[in-house]
């Protein structure tokens, strides 16, 4: 029996982003929650920053043009009449020929145009000073407004918040911030030979694995996982299930029961859910090829293939995107490396590849990767490998010594 609509992986993110909204749900956080958050909106800039004209050293406001011409051994004269203190409006004016002593940060004094660092000047008595060396006007000074201006745009809805970004919103004044909730991802797991961890296996029988690598990497995608369970193989029993883990959550992770087998209810299952429903049932992928994507009210829904490698990679390549798209904290992966595969390894083309690999170092520098054989069904492979390497549907395999991205775990 084939599968239908078999998607390539670009094509099946493609179909999903086209019927998928923006995400749009926000929260309002304290600043200092906000770090690694994504904003909801744009930023903008209340106050000017600095809000006066400041100096950037200590020493001594002043008029450029008193100071033109000044030399070590014919100093420009200067009256101090005045200083600046720390915090203080500096209320001024400074008047021609006059200097008022200033530190860094302070206020600049109407009527001056520059700073003369403290280095440059002699003091002659207590209200007279020499300077040694000229300024010109701004010299030594940030302007009003240098660093962000009032009412411009700081940060664009969607930025993800760095430290300096804190920094940034502390300098304008805001506390609260408005970023994007995490998504809420139901996961349930179908099969009628599934048991909990905790019970004995009996013949036929085998522990529940999905539940649990897909809810961590809900939560290294930054995400907010609920388990619904194991859920036998049956239409009505799955529905209920689906239809609850829906209403409560963004998204729904429904692992096996994805396969054409008589049994496989899933995709009618959420056939009846709502619309679009199911957008494509197969992927040209291995592994991970009867992978079912389907979004419902705005909502993506996965029906995952049930061997715990295909779970996972598939999580990778369509979930994964969206949860960080709107995760709690920094994707960890955003580049792959480069290694060279260490065996010739055969793959169809049309197909995208992902085989499990452990990197090493060799003796000469270079980065390579050994393949880690075995099949889908087994989660230790998983455990020995350190990532997987991709092997693209152009191509019909890879020789040893060739380079392959390898995107680690
Ligand atoms: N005739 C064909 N048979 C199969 C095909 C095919 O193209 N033609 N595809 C194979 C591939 S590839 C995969 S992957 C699986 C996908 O099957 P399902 O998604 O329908 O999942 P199940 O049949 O329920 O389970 C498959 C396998 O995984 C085990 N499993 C399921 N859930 C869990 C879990 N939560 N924890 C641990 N292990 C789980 C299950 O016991 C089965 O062994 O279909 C192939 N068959
Ligand atoms: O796709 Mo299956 O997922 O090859 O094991």
């Known amino acids: 029996m084939e599968l239908f609509n078999v998607l390539t992986v670009q094509q099946a993110r493609e179909t999903l982003k086209a019927h998928l909204p923006a995400r749009t749900k926000e929260e309002i956080v304290p600043l200092l929650y906000g770090l690694n958050r994504i904003l909801s909106r744009d930023i903008t800039a209340r106050d000017d920053v600095p809000g006066f004209d400041r100096s950037t050293m200590d020493g001594y406001a002043v008029r450029a043009r008193d100071t033109f011409g000044a030399t070590e051994s014919l100093p ?5 009449t005045g200083e600046v203190m720390m915090g203080q409006e500096a209320a001024g004016p400074l008047g021609a020929g006059q200097a008022w002593v200033i530190p860094t940060g302070g206020m600049l004094p109407p009527g001056a145009d520059a700073v003369v660092m403290v280095e440059y000047t002699e003091e002659l008595d207590q209200h007279t000073i020499g300077v040694t060396k000229p300024v010109a006007p701004g010299d030594h000074l940030v302007r009003r407004g240098e660093d962000v201006a009032a009412g411009s745009v700081v940060l664009q809805a969607g930025h993800r918040l760095r430290p300096q ?27 009628n030979e599934l048991i909990e961890p905790e019970q004995p296996t009996t013949p036929g029988k085998v522990r529940d694995i999905n539940s649990y690598t897909l809810y961590g ?16 193989d049956h239409f009505d029993s799955l529905r209920n299930a689906v239809v609850k883990a829906l209403a409560e959550n963004d998204m729904v992770l429904i692992s096996g029961g994805s396969s054409v087998g008589a049994r496989d209810a899933t995709a009618k299952v959420i056939e009846t859910l709502g619309s679009p429903g199911v957008l494509f049932h197969g992927m040209a992928i291995k592994p991970g090829k009867p992978t079912i994507g389907a979004v419902v009210e705005g909502k993506p829904l996965f029906g995952l293939p049930g061997h715990p490698v295909s779970a996972m990679v598939v999580f990778d390549l369509l979930a994964r995107p969206i949860v960080e798209s709107a995760g709690l904290h920094r994707p960890r992966r955003i580049f792959p490396l480069r290694a060279a595969i260490t065996r010739n390894i055969h ?44 092997i693209p549907l152009t191509k019909e395999g890879v020789e040893a010594g060739e380079l392959v991205d390898v995107w680690l775990f």
Do not use: N
Request: hydrophobic residues 45%; aromatic residues 4%.
């Open 217 to 232: 990497q809900v939560v290294e995608a930054g995400g907010i996982p609920t388990l619904y369970g194991i859920i036998e």
């Open 347 to 390: 793959s169809a083309t049309g197909r995208d590849d992902f085989l499990r690999v452990t990197l090493r170092r060799r003796e000469d520098g270079a980065l390579v990767a050994d393949p880690v054989l075995g099949k889908s069904g087994l989660i230790s492979t998983m455990v020995k490998a350190d990532g997987v390497a991709h």
């Open 165 to 191: 970004d804190l920094g940034l919103l502390a300098a304008v004044g805001v506390t609260q911030v408005p970023v994007l909730e995490p998504l809420r991802v139901g996961i349930l797991s179908t099969g």
């Open 76 to 80: 420009a004269y200067l009256d101090v």
